[in-house]
């Protein structure tokens, strides 16, 4: 049989082993690979049966022997029991506390012996820094089946100590909270009792936000808004009936005269063939009235009568006949032509003076915009107007305001708006119909008017005042 070491040995030996896992610690990539250097190699200074580390937030966190341990087995929601009760406990100095089946609750303890030996030891580093932002070091949980000497104790919390700082190093950094943040700025504003009252940091910052609160600034508000012509010439529907053809395309150009739209002629033929043969035979009625009044003088007076008949409905004819020559619709000057698809108004019955197409010069362009209720602010005499158009929203189109509904009209969205107009004070190759964001530009005001006039109209709106 070999002889023991001696103890000189045993601490020499035990010493190369502490420095060789605070080297291994110090050389971990990660938090994981730090948990399993503390349950499965902490035993090359202390025989362990298992190990465990332990987490307030996640539970256990890596077990011996196993790669990733299972939240939903029976042992592992035992062992967090046990944990969550020795986290309870009063801390000692050290960390380091040996204890066994009796320091647990008897529902615990009755199943000590089928998951643990007898001696177990919980190790927890007080002395850990604590640095803001980043959770605390696990605990951990040792189990073998004989009792701890103080030489392993001291060991083990100087091999904990230094895990300790390779864990705080490599663990990731936790969001900083509002309690913590709230408790920055009251050690920042704390009054100081070096210096004077005029030299406060709370004074200092209270008069910094002060001046802020009172820059000038102008009022604004944000409308949706699009390119429309400014002066087009509406084309509507000089009588009752049916669209039957179109001749020209939506933004097509046109010249002063060219057709643009017919409307369907059958039932206008149809009317005034009729009007005609009403007056033929109105005339018939009239020239056999004469024949008679030559021998019956009572027949006469019938005479005046069928004449003004004769003249009613050739009136009606020649009306009807004015009607067919305005079945088709020429465009009144020269421009785009803005409508709808044109398969939209073919076939569809049109009222007279109803709203079909406009036409508009390519250089008839403004802004018209629709300001919200609720932002509704006084605008100056030709206020500024910068449209940002979806299409192109680095280069905005200005305007100057040339007028403001005086009251809101509902929108096809539901909603009620003004409506405003502002005309081009520059060039713009942009078409009419693009749509985007105005901002417009009110009267100057201070900055703090400015944060909070929406915030008071909505409480006053609320409660009453």
């Known amino acids: 049989m070999s002889a023991a070491p001696h103890p000189a040995v045993r601490t020499v030996q035990s010493l190369a082993v502490l420095l060789d896992l605070t080297r291994r610690a110090r050389a971990a990539g990660s938090v994981r690979e730090l948990a399993f250097l503390a349950v499965n190699d902490t035993s090359q200074l202390a025989l362990l049966r298992q190990g465990a580390t332990w987490r307030l937030d996640m539970g256990v966190d890596a077990l011996s022997g196993v790669l990733q341990p299972e939240a939903n087995a029976p042992y592992v929601q035992w062992l967090d029991r046990v944990a969550r009760q020795m986290s309870t406990l009063e801390a000692s100095d050290t960390g380091v506390r040996a204890f066994d089946r009796h320091v647990v609750a008897p529902d615990l303890a009755e199943d000590w012996s089928a998951w643990w030996p007898e001696h ?47 864990w705080m190093a490599l663990q990731p950094v936790s969001p900083r909270s509002l309690r913590s943040a709230w408790q920055r700025v009251r050690q920042h504003l704390a009054p100081r009792a070096d210096r004077p ?18 820059l000038p600034v102008r009022m604004s508000v944000m409308a949706p808004a699009e390119l429309v012509p400014a002066q087009p010439a509406v084309v509507r529907a000089p009588l009752d009936g049916v669209i039957a053809s179109f001749h020209v395309q939506p933004n097509a150009t046109v010249k002063e005269g060219q057709p643009l739209f017919d409307f369907d002629e059958a039932l206008i033929q149809g009317r005034i063939a009729v009007a005609q043969q009403a007056v033929l035979t109105t ?46 619709v020429l465009a009144p000057r020269s421009g785009v032509v803005i409508f709808d698809d044109p398969s939209e108004w073919i076939g569809k019955p049109v009222g007279t003076g109803e709203r079909i197409l406009r036409i508009a010069a390519p250089d ?102």
Not at 138 to 163: C, V
Not at 197 to 214: D, G, H, I, P, S
Not at 399 to 411: F, L, T
């Open 364 to 465: 008839d362009r403004e802004i018209e915009a629709w300001i919200p209720m609720a932002d509704a602010i006084a605008l100056p005499a030709q206020a500024a107007v910068k449209l940002y158009l979806n299409a192109s929203p680095l280069a905005p189109v200005e305007g100057q305001v040339r007028y403001v509904a005086h009251e809101a009209v509902a929108r096809p969205d539901g909603g009620h708006a003004y409506r405003m107009r502002a005309t081009l004070t520059g060039d713009t190759d942009h078409r009419v119909g693009l749509k985007g964001t105005a901002r417009v530009q009110g009267e100057w005001t201070v900055l703090v008017y400015w944060m909070l006039r929406r915030p008071l109209a909505g409480l006053r709106n609320s409660l009453g005042l």
């Open 120 to 166: 177990a030891l919980w190790v927890d580093d007080p002395a850990a820094p604590h640095t803001e932002g980043r959770l605390p070091p696990p605990a951990w949980l040792l189990a073998r089946e004989h009792p701890w000497t103080e030489d392993e104790l001291r060991l083990i919390r100087e091999w904990r100590s230094a895990w300790s700082h390779a």
């Open 197 to 214: 009252w005029w030299r406060q940091t709370r004074l200092a910052w209270a008069a910094a936000v002060l001046a802020v609160l009172c």
């Open 283 to 328: 005339e018939t009625e009239y020239r056999q009235a004469m024949q008679q009044a030559l021998s019956d003088p009572r027949s006469k007076a019938q005479l005046a009568l069928l004449a003004s008949r004769i003249e009613e409905k050739q009136t009606e004819v020649d009306f009807l006949q004015d009607q067919a020559t305005r079945a088709r």
